[in-house]
């Protein structure tokens, strides 16, 4: 799980912002499989590019990218709660077609995107004062523009249905840790380990005995948080250290590296939503608040959302 597409990076953003609500389609009127120096001439931005196969990101879901432009009503909304992705054209002539690998491209993205957001599918032709979440747009929906082109705005009815087909109403892979509505079980509880001479534990879940685990060892940002068998001698990447901040809430630095820690993916309130390691910002997707059980363990619940975490899957 998570977002595979290659991350590139632009300076065309704004920080911070609320929550995105659903996604926009373009397409570039044009081919290109890395759009920083088009967008950074232009003045616009998206937070992805699909290209034959090929996905990129330029913007962090959680910024605002400069992808819709002014819209009917004179706003900026896309802007403010869409996630843009390009599409490169096979032709710049009309109809403006975009090739199947390209399609294909977009379709494994809009999926990967809701399972880290936490959506259950995608929704067509929802206007915004009704938007729950998953609302799937072209460009020219809300503003006047022929972007994402006839020939891809004719197929995109159907590329939906083919996305929410995969989805499948299934948020992720079982083991997956997310946050979730509070259902009492013990792949909801947490056990907070002794803490080793360095100051780090093990947040072991009830249910199984499984252990926060950072998947695949890796030290990066968007690494996805997966419930483990504890590994004996203890790894890294089960290890934490609480930093119990003045309201009580903690936040978990991995020992993989301090500067990583537990967070919701995109600051997203949706039960569903993935926990992921990221860059420690102090927000409130990454303090959560321990609920003591009364059975010696914790409801960890995300001070954003105050939804638990929990091991997908029970
Ligand atoms: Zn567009």
Redesign the pocket.
């Known amino acids: 799980m998570g977002i595979t597409a290659d991350w590139i990076g632009c300076n065309n953003y704004n920080s911070g912002g609320p929550q995105k609500v659903g996604v926009t389609l ?2 570039q009127y044009g081919y290109g499989d890395n759009l920083r120096s088009v967008f950074e001439n232009n003045g616009v931005s998206a937070h992805f590019n699909s290209c034959n196969g090929h996905t990129t990101q330029y913007v962090s879901l959680v910024d605002r990218a400069w ?1 819709g432009g002014v819209e009917h009503d004179g706003s900026y909304w896309a802007n403010t709660y869409m996630i843009g992705i390009e599409q490169a054209n096979s032709s710049v002539a009309y109809p403006y077609p975009i090739s199947d690998k390209t399609i294909e491209g977009t379709t494994k993205l809009c999926v990967e995107i809701a399972q880290v957001m936490g959506w259950k599918s995608y929704t067509r032709k929802q206007s915004e004062a009704s938007a729950t979440v998953g609302l799937l747009q072209g ?1 020219r929906e809300r503003a006047a ?1 022929a ?2 082109g006839d020939y891809f705005f004719a197929r995109l009815d159907s590329v939906c249905a083919d996305i929410n087909k995969r989805l499948g109403g299934n948020m992720g892979k079982a083991g997956d840790i997310i946050q979730w509505s509070p259902n009492f079980k013990g792949n909801q509880k947490w056990i907070i380990s002794e803490e080793d001479k360095q100051g780090y534990c093990h947040i072991t879940d009830v249910a199984k005995g499984r252990c926060l685990d950072v998947y695949g060892s890796k030290a990066e940002a968007n690494a996805a948080i997966i419930a483990w068998p504890r590994k004996e001698p203890a790894t890294a990447n089960q290890l934490w250290r609480i930093e119990e901040h003045a309201n009580g809430s903690w936040t978990l630095h991995s020992a993989l590296d301090d500067e990583l820690v537990l967070d919701i993916f995109g600051k997203s309130r949706s039960a569903g939503a993935a926990a992921i390691l990221w860059q420690y910002t102090g927000a409130p997707n990454q303090c959560f608040i321990p609920v003591d059980t009364g059975e010696g363990s914790y409801y960890l619940l995300a001070a954003h959302s105050l939804l638990p975490l929990d091991v997908f899957g029970g």
């Open positions: 373009h397409h992808h460009h523009t972007c994402p």
